[in-house]
């Protein structure tokens, strides 16, 4: 992770490969420091051959990651 920012609770994660950047996103992801309260960081996510493919966050009910609106994440799990 890079571009840390406590204070709007945003950074970039930027991936090598196509392959393992979801596991690398989570492994990085761990590495995060923790927000008091019922926030999330949001993470703009880059993977090099493809480039950017959007901007995630961490659910605090299922543990993943995901793009776009929580409430569709929700229903896909």
């Known amino acids: 992770m890079s571009n840390l920012d406590l204070k709007s609770r945003s950074g970039t994660y930027v991936n090598e490969t196509i392959n393992g950047w979801y596991a690398n996103l989570v492994l990085a992801g761990e590495q995060l420091p923790k927000i008091p309260g019922e926030r999330s960081w949001r993470i703009d996510v880059y993977v090099k051959p493809i ?23 929700a229903v896909g799990n």
């Open 51 to 73: 480039g950017f493919v959007g901007t995630y966050r961490r659910s605090r009910s299922t543990g993943l990651w995901f793009a776009g609106q929580h409430r569709f994440h």
